[in-house]
C-alpha cells in the first residue's frame, strides 16, 4: 500500500488498510518520509485499529506540514519470518543513498540462499524476513546502473513491492504476477498503490490499471514512470485469490472476486447437482457460491446457520469442554429450517475440515435429514510457496483421502469440490485465459522450480 | 441469564453472555455467591471476551471448589442509568437477609417515583439504575410475608429479572412479558434461565419453557418452584425483537426469529411488489427478510453491498474527511452486480436513516439505474418506554415525513415499509395472536399508562 | 481532603492527594459536585499518579466550568473492607437530601453493630466499608433537627471525616483526635481541609487551625461556620503518627514530625547509649533519629546501607531463590565504612523484623564487629482499632520476647526501645501533653473499651 | 551486564539490571543465545520492573532448559541515537558467523565516520545507534584474524561492551577505561560482567577484578581468557561517575564510591568553609557530601528538606500554576529547622539549576537567615562526549557565569564549587591517580581529539 502526493497520506493509509485488513491480521504498519530525509515509522503486532489511533497517525503526517506527502503501509500475514515485533512492516533501513522503507507481499523462495550470501560477504541481518534480503540487496546494488531493477531481477517467487524514499515511491511486481497490485488516482491529484481495488474504493480513488508483472511504476515530482525489470513470462496470478483472500468487492486480475464466487457456486451447482430441498451457505464464507448454486439448482436459498457476529473477531480459547463448545458460540443452526430437510451446504474450500465437522454435526442434531456440502473449489494438495499459508499437508483433509472418505469423516451424505477444469474456466477470460493462473494447491503444477522444502521458519534465528 | 446446580457457573454464564452480546455492548458482569454467603463479583465495561479471562473467571469459580454452583450475568444496553462503571450489573447489595445479586432486562417506567419515596423514608442509593431500586425495595419488604413478589407488584413496566442468593437462584418477568426470558436445563442436572434459546444452545442446555410473564420461579436445592406475583393481563411481548433486537437462531415468543424475518420479507414483497431485477440485502440486518423477498417476487437474490467484517467491532471515529469514509470503509459496492440494474434493497428496520443515505449513493455511484428500498417493518414513530433506546422524536427519519419525502431523502426511487396490520398477521400464531405484541413503537399504542416524559437519565446524577 | 471555593479544585485536590501518598497506597479518589447537583467522581485502585491523568482532573473540574468549586479526596489505607474497587473512597450516596460524597480515615469500632442495625431495618449496603454505615446513619437521619450531629454522635472509634455537598463542605472529627484534620486557606480565598500540614504546602494554602475533636467545621458561601456533636474528652492522638505515619514535614497535634523524630532519636541514645564507632540509619525510615543519635552519643553520623531508590515504589516479587535476593536488591551496604566497626543502627520501629533481620546479616557479611539496634519508640505489642493496620499479634517480633531474644532473633549484639515514659516526655508539649496520646499498640491501655476482637474483614462479604 | 555459566541466567541479568537501574531509565532488554544459535531477546521503553515480568524472564530462560545458561542485558540511558524501541538494546544481529547481541555503555566519537564508510560500501543500517556501528563492522571483519580486537581497533571514544554468541560472551573495554567494568564470579560457578559492583552484590556474586582498559575477555567452557586490542595509554576514567553517576556502593576505579563522596563533602568543606548554624543535605543527592561537610565543619548535620518519596519516580506533567507546583510536590521544607538559622546546603552538582532555585525559594519562605549552597564538584562547563548527557553549553548555569552571579541567580548567601585540584586530590589513590580521570567536562581538557561538533542526534534518521 502506498500514497504519493495526497495531503494526510498517513490517514490515507491507515483507511486503505482497514479495508485491507482481511489481507493480514498479525500486524500493521506506516512508514512516511520528509523531503529533508526524515523517515517515520509506527507499526506494531494486531489489527489495523489497535495499532494506530489518531494521534499517532496525527505525529506521522506532521513530517509533511499538511502538504501533500508521501507514505507506505502494510498489513502483515506470516509467511516467511516468525511473528515478532521486529519482522512488522514496513522495513526501514538507512543506506548511502538515504532511508528507505518497504513493504512486501509474497514470498521470495531463494530468499535463504541471497541472505546466506548477503552474509558471508559481511553483512549483517537484524531480521528474519525475506524484505530484509531485498533491502540488503538494493543497497549493495549501489553501483549498478539501476539499483532496484538488478535487485528485483535476482528474486525469485512472489512479491508485489512498494517501495518509500525521500523523494518518490516505487511500486514492483515479480514477473509472474502471483499476487495483485493496482494503481489508482485521486481526483485531486495523488497516486495511490494497493493490492486490491477494495483499498481505492475505501480513500475515494479511481482505479487506473494493474502494475504490469514484471514492470517497476516509479512515482514522483514528474509524474509517473514505468520500466521492467525482468523479460515477459506466462503470467502465474494466484486463483486462491478468486476462491478465498481477496474481498468479493474488489478487481482481481481483471475479474470481479464476487461475479467469479458466485460463478464457482454455479458451476459445482453444474458439476454436481443433488436432489435436495434447499441451499444454506456456510457463513460467512460460502455465501457468494451459494447463491450461485442456488440459482442453477434452482433450490430455495436459506440461511439456517446463523454466525456470532462478536466471536472470531476477538480471540478466545476453550476454557471448558471441548473444542465444540467455541463452534457452539460461533455459529447457531435454525432448526426449524433444517429439520427433516436435505441440504445444500455451500463453503468456498476447506483446509484442515476440523470445525466443517463439528458445524455438519450441529445440522444434524437439529434434524437434517441429508447434507450434501459442496465446496466452490478444488481439493487442496499441495504447499504453497508464494505467499498463502497452508498447514503441513498432514493435516490438510483432502491429503490421501477421497471423497467418500472425507464425508464419511465430516459426517454429510456426500462430499464434492469442484473440477481443477472448472475452475479455470470459470476464472478464464479472453484478456486472463485460465492457464494464466497458478493452481499448484491444487494441481502440484508449480510455475517454477522450488529447491528443497521451504518452510515458514526457513530464515529464522540461527547464531 | 443465571445458573444453577453445574458444575463452572461462571464459565458457563460468560459462554451465555457471549452468545447474547447481540442484546448489550455496554458492560458485562457475573456474580457467583458460595453457600457461606460469600458474594463475589465481576463487571466492567466493554464486550464479554474483553470484561473477562480465564483467570478471572477461574477465580469466581473458585468459589465453589468444583461442586455445583450457582451464577447470574449480564450484558448491560443502557436504557436506564448512564453509561458508567458504577451501573455495572449485576447489581450486588448486603441486606439483613444476606447479600444478593440481581441482573435487571427491561425498563421500570415507575422507578424514579419508587426512588422518591425510599429517599424519602432515609434511604441511600449508590447508584443510577432502576436496578437498584428493585433491590431497595426488596430490603424494605422484609417484613413482608412474601418479600420478592411483594417487591415486583410494586414495578410497572418491563423487567425479565435473575436475583442470586446464597441458596437460591429467582427468575422473574413483568406481567406483560415484554422482554423474553427463557428456562433451560442441562442433560446432566442444573437449570439455566436466559433472554434468548440461543444462549441455551451455546451452552449445551435444553429448552424447557418461557418464564410466564407474571410469573416467579425459583430453583434450589429441592428443585424448581413457582408462584405469580401478580394476575394475568393480556401480554404485550416487544415485536421488535424479532424485528431487530433477538439472535436469528433464537425462538421467542413462542417462534423463530429468522422464519419470522423470512416471513416479514415475504409479506413485504406482497404488499410492496416492484418491476426489478434483483433483490439485496443489506448487510447484514437485511438478509434474512431478503431472501423471503426474493422467494416471492422471484426476483434473483445477490450479495452486491460487501461488509468490511473487521469494521464495526471496533470503534473508530471519522478522522479525515466527512463521514461517509467511514461508511465506505464499512462497506463496499460490487459495481459489476448494480450497473444498469433496478435494485431491490431490504433491510429490516431504518431509524435515523443517516447511513442509509451514504450506503445508497454508494450503489447510485456504482451505476444503479433504480433503487427501490423496502423495510420490513412499520416507519418507527415513538418512543419505547420498555428496554429499547431509540433516539429522540426529531432524529427519526419518519417523524413528520411521507414516504416520498423520506425516498427523495434518502436518494432512493421508492421507499416501503410493512404495513402493522402485515407485521401483526406475520408474529401472530395460534397460541401467541399477533395482538399479544407491544407494537407501541410503531403505532403509539402503548399497554399501560406512561407518566410524563421518561428520559434516560431519569434517575440520574442530582444533590 | 477536601477543597471549597478554588479554581481547579480538582487539580487541587490531587496535588493535595499526592503529597499525602504516604498515608495510603492502596487506592485514590476524588469527588467533585456542582451547583445543580451533579455528582461525579474518579477513584481507581492504585497510587494517585497512576489513578489520575490531566485529562481526568480535566473532566471533573468541567463541573465548575472555570468558577471556584469544592471538591474531596482520599488516598485509601486498608483496614475495614476489603481490597476492591467498590470500596474506593470517595463514597458517594443519593439521598433526599441530594448526592452526598464522604471520605474517611481512621476506623470506626461500632460499625458492625450500626450496619447489623440499619440492615434489621431493611437497608440495602452495596460495600463493605464502615464509611457506609456513615452514609446511611445520615441518610436515616433525615428527620434529626442536625442530622450530620446526631449521626456522627452514633459512632465509636476514629474518625476525620470529609463530606461534600452541593452548597457546602463538612468536616469533622472524633472526640479524642485520633487521626489528625487541619484547615487551611488560600491567599487568594478558599479553603481547604487535610490529614497533614504537607498537603497545605503542596498546594500553597496556609495552615489556620486543626479541627477540632469532638468538631463540625461547616464551609459554605456564607464562609466558615464551627459546631460541636459530642462532649470533650481527653483527647487520644495516635502518637504513631509522630513514630512513623505523618510526613516529616507536617505539623501533627501541635509539634512538627521531623524534630519529634530527631528527638526520640536523641532520647534513646540518652537511654541506651552505648560504646560505639559510629551511628547509621536504616534508610529511609531511621535517618531522622539516627541523627538525633548522632548528636547525643557525639558518634559520627554516616550512611551505611544504601537504598535503590528504583526498588520498592514498584512491587517486585522474589522470583528467584529466596527472599533474601530482594533485600540485596533494596539496599546495598558499604563494607568500607562498616567493616571492623562497632555501628549503631538506628531505626524508627519494627514490626514483624523479617527484613530487618536480612539488613543486619548483610551488614555483619560486610565485616561489622558489632551491631547495636536502637529503636526510637517502645515494642509494639498490641493491636491497633484506631486506623492503623498492624499484623496478628504473633506476627509481631516483640510479642512473648524479650530485648535479648529480639537480638538473638536479628543476629545484633544488643537491641535496645525507647521507654513508654521517655516516648510520652518527648511528644509532650504544654499544649498537647504526653498523656493526651493513645499509645494503646505499646501500652494495651485502650482510651474506649473494644468489644469484642475487630478484624480487618469485621464488614466483610456475607450473604 | 553478561552472565555465562549460570542456572536462570534472565533472572540474575533482570535483578542486575535492576541494581543499575541507575545508570539509564529509558529502556531496558535482555538477551539470550541457545547452543543451537537461538537468540530470542525482550527489550522495551521504561523501567527494569515494567519491561520484565516473570512470564517473560521464564520464557528467555527456558531457552537453557534449567541448565546454566548466559545473558547479557543493558539499561538504556539515550546518548547517541533517539528514544525509541528500534534503539533498545541489546542490539541483535545475524551474520555468516551466527547470531550475536551486544549492549553498549558510552559513547563512540567517530561512529558517525565509520557508519557513513559502512554505507558506502552498500550496508544497510537498521537504527540510528552507534552500538550498529559495532556489529556492522565486527560483521565485515569476517576475514580478519580476529575480527573482534580488529573491530573494537576502529573505534575511537568511550565504550565497555558485552557480547554474547551461542558459545561464549565476550566483554571489552576501550583503552581509556572511561566507564568502569567489573568482572565477578559465583560461588557455585559461572561469571558475571557488569558496570558496577553493587550489581554483583545485587545477585551474590564475588568481585574479582576490573575488566583492564583496551582489554577483551573471552568466557566459554574453557573458561577465562584475556587479550589486548590495542596499546595501553594513560587512562582517562570518568570523574562524573564518583561525583554524581555510579551508586553509592559500588567501588569503581578502585575507590569506594560513598567514601569519595563524603571525602568530597570534607574537602569543599576546608576549601570554602563559612560560619553557619547547621548543615542539611540537598535530598538524596547531597547526602553523602553533606556528612562529610558537617564532620569537618562542626556544624549540626539536620535533615531540612523532605523529599516526597512518592514523586519523581513517576512522570508527573506541572499542570496548574507553574513548575514550582511540581518542585513544592517533590520536597517539603521543615520550617522550624530552618527558621532564623544560618544554613549550609550541600548538593553534588549543578547543572541547570532550575529546581534549585526553586528549591532555595522555599528555604528562605521557611525563613532561612542565610543559605550557603556547597557544590561537591567544580563548576560543569563543557560538553561530554563520553557518555553522560549534559545539556547544550548556554543551559549549564555556570556558562559565562562567576559564583556570585550564580549565588545572586538562585537567591542564595553564597555559592562554592570545590575546586579541580580538590577534586583531584580526593578522587587520587596511589593505584589510581587523579591524572588517571577525565575531567573534561569541568576543565575543557579532552584525553583524546574530536572532530566536530557530536551530537545526540549525530546518526539519526536521514534519507
Chains 1, 2, 3, 4 share one sequence.
Not at 473477531?313 to 471448558?320: A, H, L, N, Y
Request: proline residues 6%; glycine residues 8%.
Amino acid at each position: 500500500m502506498a500514497v504519493w502526493g495526497a495531503p494526510q497520506p498517513a490517514h490515507i493509509t491507515f483507511h486503505a488498510l482497514y479495508s485491507l485488513q482481511h489481507r493480514g491480521q498479525e500486524s500493521a504498519g506506516i512508514a512516511v518520509c520528509g523531503r529533508d530525509g526524515k523517515m517515520e515509522r509506527h507499526a506494531a503486532m494486531g489489527l489495523v485499529p489497535n495499532v494506530f489511533d489518531a494521534e499517532t497517525l496525527d505525529a506521522l503526517d506532521a513530517v509533511y506540514d499538511s502538504a501533500p506527502g508521501s507514505a507506505i503501509g502494510h498489513n502483515r500475514y506470516s509467511t516467511t519470518g516468525s511473528s515478532e515485533q521486529e519482522n512488522t512492516q514496513p522495513f526501514v533501513g538507512y543506506t548511502a543513498g538515504g532511508a528507505v522503507a518497504l513493504a512486501h507481499n509474497g514470498n521470495i523462495v531463494n530468499a535463504k540462499r541471497l541472505r546466506h550470501e548477503l552474509e558471508g560477504d559481511g553483512r549483517v541481518f537484524t531480521s528474519t524476513t525475506d524484505t530484509e534480503v531485498v533491502l540488503q540487496l538494493l543497497a549493495r546494488a549501489n553501483t549498478e546502473p539501476d539499483a532496484l531493477a538488478w535487485t528485483l531481477s535476482q528474486l525469485e517467487g512472489a512479491f508485489s513491492l512498494v517501495f518509500l524514499f525521500s523523494d518518490r515511491v516505487e511500486l514492483a511486481r515479480d514477473p509472474y504476477g502471483w499476487r495483485p497490485l493496482v494503481l489508482g488516482r485521486f481526483p485531486d491529484g495523488g497516486w495511490v498503490g494497493a493490492s486490491e481495488t477494495v483499498a481505492l474504493d475505501a480513500i475515494g480513488a479511481e482505479f487506473v490499471r494493474e502494475v504490469e508483472p514484471g514492470e517497476i511504476v516509479t512515482i514522483d515530482d514528474s509524474g509517473l514512470a514505468s520500466r521492467r525489470f525482468d523479460e515477459p513470462v506466462t503470467p502465474a496470478h494466484c486463483v486462491f485469490e478468486h476462491v478465498y483472500f481477496a474481498s468479493p468487492a474488489s478487481r482481481v486480475f481483471g475479474s470481479t472476486v464476487q461475479l467469479v464466487r458466485e460463478r464457482l457456486g454455479e458451476r459445482i451447482a453444474e458439476e454436481n447437482p443433488v436432489d435436495a430441498d434447499l441451499v444454506t451457505p456456510m457463513p460467512d464464507s460460502g455465501r457468494s457460491a451459494a447463491t450461485g448454486y442456488a440459482r442453477v439448482s434452482g433450490l430455495p436459498y436459506r440461511e439456517a446457520i446463523i454466525p456470532n457476529r462478536y466471536v472470531g473477531r476477538t480471540f478466545i480459547k476453550p476454557t471448558t469442554g471441548e473444542r465444540a463448545a467455541a463452534v457452539r458460540l460461533k455459529l447457531n443452526v435454525v432448526a426449524e429450517i433444517v429439520e427433516g430437510q436435505r441440504i445444500v451446504v455451500v463453503d468456498d474450500s476447506i483446509v484442515r475440515g476440523t470445525t466443517t465437522r463439528l458445524k455438519m454435526a450441529q445440522l444434524r442434531k437439529a434434524g437434517a435429514k441429508e447434507i450434501h456440502l459442496r465446496i466452490s473449489c478444488p481439493p487442496i494438495h499441495h504447499p504453497c510457496y508464494f505467499g498463502v499459508d497452508f498447514p503441513d499437508r498432514k493435516e490438510l483433509i483432502a491429503t490421501d483421502r477421497t471423497t467418500q472418505e472425507i464425508a464419511a469423516l465430516l459426517g454429510v451424505d456426500s462430499v464434492a469440490y469442484l473440477s481443477i477444469e472448472g475452475l479455470h474456466e470459470v476464472v478464464g477470460t479472453p484478456e486472463v485465459p485460465g492457464d494464466h493462473y497458478c493452481d499448484a494447491c491444487f494441481s502440484g503444477r508449480y510455475p517454477i522450480t522450488i529447491e528443497g522444502e521451504l518452510r515458514k521458519d526457513a530464515l529464522t534465528k540461527h547464531c
